[in-house]
């Protein structure tokens, strides 16, 4: 069974900068692609980021391409979500996902999830 568990959400201002952590249990971690998605109040859950299982290749969503990295250290088993340049439509709740193969924006293509960390930036 795999376990993730995400911290390092909290209450920032807008601009501010916050990172993520998603451990994960097990020893395959490392051959499978990890997201980030996140889900504001009263709004379906929303990808975010995805890495590949070696980290060579990330994808993000529109609204946050420049602002967050996505990264991951297999040795850790830890994948994170860097997000700078914080705004008040980022809040929400975030949650850290394995994929089922490879990296995809679809969540149903995610077959663990965390329990989510919430995030919110105040203006």
């Known amino acids: 069974q795999v376990q993730l568990v995400e911290s390092g959400g909290g209450l920032v201002q807008a601009g501010d900068s916050l990172r993520l952590s998603c451990a994960a249990s097990?020893?395959?971690?490392?051959?499978?692609?990890m997201g980030w998605f996140r889900q504001a109040p009263g709004k379906e859950r929303e990808f975010v980021a995805t890495?590949?299982?070696?980290?060579?290749?990330?994808y993000y969503t529109d609204s946050v391409k420049g602002r967050f990295t996505i990264s991951r250290d297999n040795a850790k088993n830890t994948v994170y979500l860097q997000m700078n340049s914080l705004k008040p439509e980022d809040t929400g709740v975030y949650y850290c996902?394995?994929?089922?193969?490879?990296?995809?924006?679809?969540?149903?293509?995610?077959?663990?999830w965390g329990q989510g960390t919430q995030v919110t930036v105040s203006s």
């Open positions: 890495i590949s299982w070696y980290g060579g290749s990330t």
């Open positions: 097990g020893r395959t971690f490392s051959s499978y692609a």
């Open positions: 996902a394995r994929s089922r193969r490879g990296i995809s924006t679809m969540s149903n293509e995610y077959e663990y």
